[in-house]
């Protein structure tokens, strides 16, 4: 069992920046693939960054916006995100997995661990 805990979230006014966190009870370093997804009111889930042994992927709509990195000395994984708009708030979830393809692909349904999310609220 893996377990994931996110923080970092908050309001902000658009154009503003925050970083979210994600530590892993699991070393980082030995996982595959780790991610950041968001979920808004009335949405399905949708992936935004992923990571998988330096390797990056980022959702269409937030490149150039938002960073992922892993830190695996602080097992954490976290998401710079700058120039922050409305339409990024959201429920932000941190995912891992023990295999590559779920970065890869960025689907939800292919993770096997998640974490209970973070509120992330961009105000105009």
């Known amino acids: 069992q893996v377990y994931l805990v996110e923080s970092g979230g908050t309001s902000v006014q658009a154009g503003g920046s925050l970083r979210l966190s994600c530590n892993s009870s699991?070393?980082?370093?030995?996982?595959?693939?780790m991610a950041w997804f968001r979920q808004a009111p009335g949405k399905e889930r949708e992936g935004v960054a992923s990571i998988s042994r330096g390797n990056t992927r980022y959702a269409d709509s937030v490149k150039g916006r938002f960073t992922i990195t892993q830190d695996n000395a602080e097992n954490t994984v976290y998401l710079q995100m700058n120039s922050l708009e409305p339409e990024d708030t959201a429920m932000y979830f941190c995912?891992?997995?023990?295999?590559?393809?779920?970065?890869?692909?960025?689907?939800?349904?292919?993770?096997?661990?998640w974490g209970q999310g973070t509120q992330v609220t961009v105000s105009s």
């Open positions: 995912a891992s997995d023990f295999t590559r393809d779920p970065c890869w692909y960025l689907q939800a349904d292919l993770f096997n661990y």
């Open positions: 699991k070393a980082t370093y030995s996982t595959d693939c």
